[in-house]
């Protein structure tokens, strides 16, 4: 082994040790109801969601145009950010991959994995994609084809063109940037977990920068911020399903889709998922998710039966072409003048990613 193989293996394995913080993990934890809470991340998180709650209610008008106004002014603002960093963190992922640091294993070098590929794929695919995916994996290339809001790079709808761009900016939407955003967050909660010794929150990745003050004022700001970006996160990947859902039972059994049958659907999926989390992830999520992944490949396969599997293989080629043809184009935050599209649909998507993020990781 050659000295620099030799140096490259002894920074890894710095990387590797354990931090000695002083910090015993859940020392700052309540214990109302015989729940392991906290404090104070969970007491502000939970009172400004409920604030923010009860003002949308009282007040649907003010809140409808103040959330409005604040997703067009950060798009306009912020619009190259998000792309950029959606651009940074591919590059990271693929950097890691070539990168000697890329070996290191998660856990140690003797951790084994609890769950087969299987089930965690499929525990990926329910958190990372579900719902929101069954539903724009037609409505986003239809709405591209047919000028519905924006087209990619403002390409003219209804074309040949236009078809293989929609499809493939379909795919920039769901491909690698989404995973990559996930893949980030996913691995330094990891990491810094399971390699690190410091506990499961977002303020842990931050410790490289902060240091000790992770445990203070610094660290509970970062975990309520990464607190209320998920609930958001989830707000809308459960508001898009429950209209999906109240939609299709509207247009199969004639059942009325509106606020009505949308809560009662989050009702029943929340009840669902809590009871999910509460048999833990080996008997609730990973189950959910095994069948949820059964159900999409049933899907698959009557595609496949229903649409021929010709056409559904010259529909992949053309969205794999368009995929690679569009990517960099798409992915350039300057000189856009698909407003409509990029900050409709791109910035939107990246936006909903992120805040998704700590959740999927």
């Known amino acids: 082994m050659s000295q620099e193989s030799k140096d490259i293996e002894k920074e890894i394995e710095k990387l590797e040790e354990v931090y000695d913080t002083g910090h015993e993990i859940g020392e700052q934890n309540i214990n109302p109801l015989g729940l392991d809470l906290h404090n104070p991340v969970f007491v502000v998180s939970a009172l400004l969601i409920l604030l923010f709650v009860i003002g949308a209610l009282v007040f649907p008008d003010a809140a409808s145009n103040g959330m409005t106004a604040a997703r067009e002014w950060i798009g306009e603002s912020f619009h190259w950010l998000f792309l950029s960093a959606g651009n940074i963190f591919v590059l990271f992922c693929l950097l890691l991959i070539l990168l000697p640091v890329g070996k290191i294993r998660i856990g140690g070098e003797d951790a084994k994995p609890d769950f087969s590929v299987i089930s965690w794929f499929s525990m990926l695919f329910a958190a990372g994609m579900g719902i929101g995916l069954m539903f724009w994996s037609v409505a986003e290339p239809v709405g591209y084809f047919t000028e519905w809001f924006g087209t990619p790079l403002d390409i003219a709808g209804g074309t040949e063109e236009s078809r293989?761009?929609?499809?493939?900016?379909?795919?920039?939407?769901?491909?690698?940037?989404?995973?990559?955003?996930?893949?980030?967050?996913?691995?330094?909660?990891?990491?810094?977990?399971?390699?690190?010794?410091l506990p499961l929150t977002i303020r842990s990745a931050f410790y490289p920068l902060l240091g000790d003050r992770i445990w203070g004022p610094f660290g509970h700001v970062i975990d309520t911020l990464a607190v209320l970006a998920t609930m958001f996160g989830l707000a809308t990947s459960l508001g898009f399903g429950a209209q999906q859902a109240a939609s299709g039972l509207e247009f199969l059994f004639g059942i009325d889709g509106g606020l009505q049958t949308q809560v009662a659907i989050i009702i029943v999926v929340t009840i669902v998922a809590l009871l999910s989390v509460m048999r833990g992830i080996h008997g609730g999520v990973r189950v959910l998710s095994n069948i949820n992944l059964a159900f999409a490949a049933l899907l698959l396969l009557f595609v496949l039966i229903a649409g021929g599997i010709v056409a559904f293989l010259n529909n992949a080629a053309t969205t794999i072409t368009g995929y690679v043809q569009y990517m960099l184009p798409l992915s350039n935050p300057v000189g856009r003048e698909d407003e409509t599209f990029y900050h409709g649909w791109t910035i939107f998507f990246w936006a909903w990613w992120i805040s998704w993020s700590p959740f999927v990781g």
């Open 164 to 197: 293989q761009a929609a499809l493939g900016a379909t795919m920039y939407h769901w491909g690698l940037h989404p995973w990559a955003i996930y893949a980030v967050v996913g691995l330094s909660l990891a990491f810094f977990t399971y390699n690190k010794g």
